[in-house]
């Protein structure tokens, strides 16, 4: 995948460009027994970006950054049945960056998610979910939990609560630039959300 930026008057007047590459590879490997799906995906990653601001020179900035990122990612899951839903995950990351603006950084993330939930055919339901993951410096806690009615074939009511924590990225931490500066003492960022949906669906005749 390529992909081009900046058209001419965004980041500036031209030859200020953005260009990125990915590509990307990924092996699913699933196995379903009398009550549980298990799921082995291995995952890899690799992009770089170029980047070329010269809004007037001499401040003309360049960077080039190469980002690698390898997961392997084991997951186990209830079957639909009469009982309750679970899911169960475990993920491993491997992030490596090397940037002429950024430096050269690399970190190792894990991860552990559970899921509760009544079975999806009931008219009403509950769910809870726990994900705890980290970089051996901060462990952020994500959990959340939900709720669903259904009053009618065609009509549903849910409600949804989450809070959590997100680890700063490499851009966040390290990126330097004449429009950015990088803080690598960032912490771990938090949020809180409260989510209400009502549903109906129209049958027409035809």
């Known amino acids: 995948e390529r992909k081009k930026y900046g058209a001419q008057g965004f980041y500036a007047p031209l030859p200020s460009r953005e260009e990125g590459?990915?590509?990307?590879?990924q092996v699913i490997i699933?196995?379903?027994?009398?009550?549980?799906?298990?799921?082995?995906?291995?995952?890899?990653?690799?992009y770089r970006?170029?980047?070329?601001?010269?809004?007037?020179?001499?401040?003309?900035?360049?960077?080039?950054?190469?980002?690698?990122?390898?997961?392997?990612?084991?997951?186990?899951?209830s079957l639909p049945r009469t009982g309750l839903f679970w899911e169960c995950s475990m993920d491993l990351q491997d992030q490596h960056m090397d940037s002429l603006g950024m430096g050269q950084h690399k970190?190792?993330?894990?991860?552990?998610?559970?899921r509760l939930g009544?079975?999806?055919?009931?008219?009403?339901?509950?769910?809870?979910?726990?994900?705890?993951?980290?970089?051996?410096?901060?462990?952020?806690?994500?959990?959340?939990?939900?709720?669903w009615a259904d009053f009618s074939p065609t009509t549903?009511?849910?409600l949804g609560f989450s809070q959590g924590?997100?680890?700063?990225?490499?851009?966040?931490?390290?990126?330097?630039s004449p429009a950015n500066t990088g803080n690598p003492g960032l912490l771990p960022e938090r949020s809180l959300s409260l989510n209400l949906n009502a549903s109906h669906t129209w049958h027409s005749a035809t």
């Open 30 to 46: 699933s196995r379903t027994g009398h009550t549980v799906l298990w799921e082995t995906a291995l995952s890899s990653r690799f």
């Open 118 to 147: 009544s079975p999806r055919s009931g008219r009403f339901g509950l769910e809870g979910s726990l994900r705890l993951a980290g970089d051996g410096h901060a462990s952020p806690l994500q959990t959340g939990l939900g709720a």
């Open 156 to 158: 549903r009511l849910t």
């Open 49 to 77: 970006d170029i980047f070329d601001l010269d809004r007037t020179r001499p401040a003309y900035y360049h960077n080039e950054s190469t980002t690698r990122m390898n997961q392997a990612l084991l997951r186990a899951r």
């Open 107 to 114: 970190r190792t993330l894990w991860g552990g998610q559970f």
């Open 165 to 176: 924590e997100r680890l700063p990225s490499f851009t966040e931490q390290f990126y330097q």
């Open 21 to 25: 590459r990915q590509h990307l590879g």
